[in-house]
């Protein structure tokens, strides 16, 4: 993965301010939105099913994340992974917590046949969407990147897009070629909603005219340099947050990322 590509990629969001239509949990809501900021693009969180469908086909992107879905939410969900397919407009599916819990574990499987651009999950989560685990612990994964990395190549396969596994070395695959990204630091995980940012922040490349695969890797290694950045002069968790969206705005430059192609 070319070094100037990733950071071409960061210029262009920037530069194009992309609309990411957000569909995400309520617990994450605020962060999201404030790191799709941070880096340039436009949050909008939209989760009304009356509202949804014809909001997806004109946003740059589109969002959808399963945290703490209900039946309207589910429904505007389906609606808009449907008219984003439809209009051409890249979406990425973070399935929280998917294999623990029937419903949405049902529903993740089901928006599969929309073809998201990209599936970004833990290594738990990528191994139960792709019918080869059962789950993790929550929203916390049992499971090492690597333990999930043929699941996340026959999902890859099955979608005709892209899957990002996160975790202490990111592994992003569309099936033919892999990239790792290292980096980043340990509070991340101690930050309530930082992987839900980063599926957005993967929506948002995307909606600045990243292909799926760059894009993908360009926003885990954004969001690793911002970690580590944030991570040196935090106190704690509770410093850390304000300083990663801080950071998150400084990083103009993807060269320094640990990617391995």
Request: proline share 6%.
């Given at each position: 993965?070319?070094?100037a590509a990733l950071t071409a990629?960061?210029?262009?969001?920037?530069?194009?301010?992309?609309l990411v239509h957000c569909l995400t949990n309520t617990v994450v809501q605020t962060l999201t939105a404030n790191a799709l900021l941070?880096?340039?693009a436009a949050p909008a969180m939209v989760d009304e099913p009356a509202e949804a469908e014809g909001f997806a086909a004109v946003a740059s992107a589109v969002l959808v994340n399963v945290g703490t879905v209900n039946r309207a939410t589910a429904e505007a969900m389906r609606?808009?992974?449907?008219?984003?397919?439809?209009a051409g407009t890249p979406w990425v599916?973070?399935?929280?917590?998917?294999?623990?819990?029937?419903?949405?574990?049902?529903?993740a499987a089901e928006l599969l046949g929309s073809?998201?651009?990209?599936?970004?999950g833990n290594a738990s989560e990528v191994l139960a969407l792709a019918g080869a685990g059962s789950g993790g612990r929550g929203v916390d994964s049992t499971d090492k990147t690597d333990d999930a990395l043929d699941a996340a190549v026959a999902l890859a396969g099955r979608t005709g897009g892209v899957v990002a596994v996160s975790g202490e070395v990111d592994v992003v695959t569309?099936?033919?070629?892999?990239?790792?990204?290292?980096?980043?630091?340990?509070?991340?995980?101690?930050?309530?909603?930082a992987g839900c940012a980063l599926g957005a922040l993967v929506a948002a490349y995307l909606g600045a005219g990243a292909d799926p695969l760059t894009g993908a890797v360009a926003a885990h290694a954004h969001v690793a340099l911002a970690a580590e950045a944030a991570a040196a002069v935090a106190a704690g968790p509770g410093t850390f947050a304000p300083l990663w969206l801080d950071a998150l705005d400084a990083v103009t430059d993807l060269s320094a990322a640990r990617v391995d192609a």
């Open positions: 993965m070319d070094a990629a960061r210029s262009a969001l920037a530069g194009r301010a992309p941070a880096v340039g609606l808009a992974a449907r008219s984003a397919a439809a599916l973070d399935p929280v917590a998917v294999g623990a819990l029937p419903f949405r574990t049902e529903l073809r998201p651009a990209v599936v970004r569309d099936g033919t070629r892999t990239v790792r990204v290292g980096g980043g630091s340990v509070l991340l995980t101690r930050t309530t909603g």
